[in-house]
């Protein structure tokens, strides 16, 4: 529990430092567009006003111009915002912690197709704004059959800071086997795109029996920079002193994201020093 303390104390004490832009949940923001001149030059901040001949536009440092359109080459929308004078990239893979969803949603059209562990292949489409489609299936050589995972979600509430989502985690083997296990559960992640919490209750199920009891999972996420995000995920099952609790950094860009981490197991009796590290790699699409 010390870990987990820890873990969730250093996203609270980051969120509140000003490392690269403000955190304030309530400040005013304004969507982000990235604009390209036929001559190659770029130009990033939110658009005032356009019609059939020119777009106004004003820069990050606030200066207000009027670009004819026979010199744009591109206009695209990005997935940030001009929040106090800076542009704030979004994490594109902000649905997931290291491994378990968040309660925001998948826009639709919005997508990802990852590799947890080198081994574990999953991919997700978002559906009417509302519905996320997730599923994947491991690659392990050598094995005769392999683990398939199918997890749907949906966020019926999306509030600006709070979103709560239920959905399902299930498990299974190919080949002739037809025992399937899997977790059921409901989340509620509350802050903005650059630092949130997220809470979890999941009932786990081994063909038709359900656990009586919910599993708890407990997130935290801050975004130090437009390219950098610390994680903590930790999951504490009902009536053992075992938790698993973790620490991770996120390296992201427009679409690609990595997460380097490690997950460490407690409450075990002459444990010792034990961790298992955490790779993810993961392309995003649909971002704008």
């Known amino acids: 529990m010390k870990v987990v303390t820890l873990a969730l104390l250093l996203i609270v004490i980051s969120s509140h430092v000003n490392i690269a832009f403000s955190y304030d949940w309530a400040a005013d923001t304004e969507p982000a567009y990235r604009i390209t001149l036929k001559d190659g030059s770029t130009l990033i901040g939110n658009i005032n006003s356009e019609d059939d001949t020119a777009i106004t536009f004003t820069t990050i440092s606030g200066l207000e111009i009027v ?18 004078g800076r542009y704030i ?7 997931r912690l290291l491994f378990a969803p968040t309660a925001r949603p998948l826009k639709s059209g919005q997508g990802y197709v990852a590799l947890y562990e080198f081994y574990l292949g999953f991919f997700g489409i978002g559906v009417g704004d509302i519905i996320t489609l997730g ?7 050598g094995l005769e059959e392999q683990i398939y995972y ?16 239920a959905g399902v ?18 989340a509620g992640t509350y802050g903005s795109r650059t630092t949130a919490l997220t809470v979890g209750l999941g009932w786990g199920y081994l063909g038709e029996e359900v656990g009586d009891h919910p599993v708890v999972v407990l997130g935290g996420e801050v975004q130090l920079s437009n390219s950098i995000k610390l994680l903590t995920e930790n999951w504490f099952p009902p009536g053992t002193d075992f938790s698993m609790v973790s620490l991770g950094i996120r390296f992201f860009g427009e679409n690609l994201s990595t997460d380097l981490g490690f997950f460490v197991p407690t409450g075990i009796d002459g444990q010792g020093a034990i961790f298992f590290p955490w790779v993810n790699f993961v392309y995003n699409f649909g971002h704008n």
């Open 67 to 84: 670009i004819e359109l026979e010199k744009i080459d591109r206009v695209k929308p990005l997935s940030g915002e001009i929040r106090e």
């Open 89 to 95: 990239r979004y994490d594109p893979n902000s649905t």
């Open 169 to 186: 985690i299930h498990l299974g083997f190919t080949g002739d086997s037809d025992i399937g296990a899997g977790i059921l559960y409901t």
């Open 135 to 141: 599923g994947g299936f491991s690659i392990f050589p």
């Open 150 to 165: 199918f997890a749907p979600k949906i966020t019926p509430i999306q509030y600006e800071n709070l979103d709560i989502s």
